[in-house]
């Protein structure tokens, strides 16, 4: 029996039988690790902590973590030299969580720079490799994420999603993956990229996994601001069968230049797959999209720069000394950590957020950003009205060659223009698997709900999952 090829439920269920152990099944995780990784480079380091096996609640599932969430004891960089050597002295919630439910954690997962980029080509570890074709890229920034789970180096994953950064390289990898709505799941212990857009969500490999994972991580948390005080159901309740009389939205900007056709096709079929399961197909409009990308990158960038002055070389991390040209000064030693800490993507949203929020510029750039944010949120409210799911492409290409966008930013930020609508409104949204392009590369399927509605999501994405075979897929490495 191949362990590290079940999925989490499988695997959960010959833990709770007796039939496996805990230990068997993460030696077997760690074993695959060891044996493709150094193709795939989906892990930056494996945990230094072991679990113990011993522990009665020893009944979860191994997992891998994205390289921003803090566990005690252990290293977190967000893929940056400028946090390198830097030990967490606690454990993010969705940590202590998993920590609380048996988890084994497996290791540490590659990622984009502080999450800047949709890649995983900006990592100071250098990229991650798709594995479906090792010259592609597994999307970003949680690429080392959805890597690890398709190529079966991790059941299941925890990323972090900005602006898409869960489900474009769900999409990408051929996996599920799923946004919650911001503040379902606690950002304690996130390190952030933009405070008003970041949730902490699953990477799995088929929808039940991911409803599993979401019963784990969700929750109100005091000790974050921006968690909300709500109910958690147990979503496993939603996964069933039957869309019979639920109403799906596709945007009439859904099909937009630049779409591949045979993503276009793909999303088409998957339409008629939810027709024929008794769904009714209806189109919307969602007239302020054109402004997402432009606005998303005002507003992100922003906040990122806000958030990233407190990597100055002071009281953690990398703290360079200027060179013999430069006084020793502090702020001479400001600019040389940061200088050589941040890489060439870090440094551009820097820049582009603070220009953002300078004198005389706050008003004509980030003020308005907000306020095309506050638009494309009414249309999606106005949307929901009458639909109970809205559907588009997840990303508008297959993955891409690895290197073939670096020196291209904007084309790079395009790649995100149907995941950030979701991030700029709060609403969950999930990709699922929906077909491969004629090169053998996966494309995903996006759905979006109302605030707090993941149990639609996953019912849809479940009976759509159970009416077709794309996530039974394997690549071959």
Not at 82 to 89: A, N, V
Not at 152 to 171: F, H, K, N, V, Y
Not at 255 to 275: D, H, I, K, T, Y
Request: charged share 20%; hydrophobic share 40%; net charge positive.
């Amino acid at each position: 029996m191949s362990l590290h090829r079940l999925t989490a439920r499988a695997l959960l269920d010959l833990l709770k039988s007796g039939k496996t152990s805990a230990k068997e099944a993460y030696n077997a995780v760690i074993a695959h690790i060891k044996a493709v990784d150094p193709k795939v480079k989906a892990y930056v380091r494996l945990s230094s902590q072991k679990p113990d096996f011993n522990a009665k609640n020893q009944f979860a599932v191994p997992i891998g973590l994205k390289d921003n969430l803090c566990v005690k004891g252990e290293e977190v960089t967000c893929a940056s030299r400028i946090l390198k050597g830097l030990r967490s002295p606690y454990d993010a919630t969705v940590v202590a969580k998993i920590k609380n439910s048996g988890g084994a954690i497996i290791g540490v997962l590659n990622m984009d720079e502080f999450a800047f980029g949709s890649s995983c080509e900006t990592s100071c570890y250098g990229p991650t490799f798709n594995p479906w074709d090792l010259q592609c890229v597994p999307g970003g920034s949680s690429g080392g994420s959805a890597a690890a789970v398709a190529a079966d180096e991790a059941p299941w994953a925890l990323g972090s999603d900005t602006g898409g950064s869960i489900r474009q390289p769900a999409a990408f990898c051929g996996i599920v993956g799923l946004k919650p709505t911001y503040g379902r799941v606690s950002r304690y212990g996130l390190i952030a990229f933009a405070s008003s857009l970041d949730q902490i969500g699953p990477l799995t490999k088929d929808v039940t996994d991911c409803a599993l994972l979401m019963n784990i991580i969700s929750g109100y948390d005091e000790r974050d601001s921006t968690s909300v005080n709500t109910p958690v159901p147990d979503y496993t309740k939603a996964l069933v069968n039957d869309v019979r009389g639920l109403k799906i939205g596709i945007p009439k900007q859904a099909f937009v230049q630049g779409l591949a056709p045979q993503v276009r096709q793909a999303v088409e079929e998957s339409l008629n797959v939810l027709r024929k399961s008794g769904a009714v197909v209806k189109e919307v409009s969602l007239p302020h999209t054109p402004y997402a990308v432009a606005a998303y990158y005002i507003v992100a960038t922003a906040e990122a720069s806000s958030n990233l002055a407190r990597f100055d070389g002071v009281r953690y991390g990398l703290r360079a000394t200027p060179g013999a040209v430069r006084k020793n000064t502090l702020v001479d030693m400001y600019e040389e950590t940061r200088s050589r800490g941040f890489g060439d993507e870090a440094k551009r949203r820097i820049m582009l957020g603070t220009y953002a929020l300078s004198s005389g510029y706050y008003d004509a750039y980030y003020l308005r950003g907000q306020k095309a944010r506050t638009l494309i949120k009414q249309d999606l409210d106005e949307a929901f009205k009458d639909c109970d799911v809205i559907i588009t492409p997840t990303a508008p290409t297959v993955a891409f060659k690895v290197g073939e966008k670096l020196s291209d930013p904007l084309s790079m930020y395009l790649s995100d223009i149907y995941t950030i609508p979701a991030n700029l409104a709060g609403i969950p949204a999930i990709s699922v698997p929906c077909g491969f392009s004629d090169t053998g590369l996966p494309i995903g399927l996006q759905l979006m709900a109302k605030a707090f509605d993941e149990e639609m999501l996953l019912r849809v994405s479940y009976t759509y999952e159970q009416n077709t075979e794309w996530h039974l897929k394997k690549p071959r490495l």
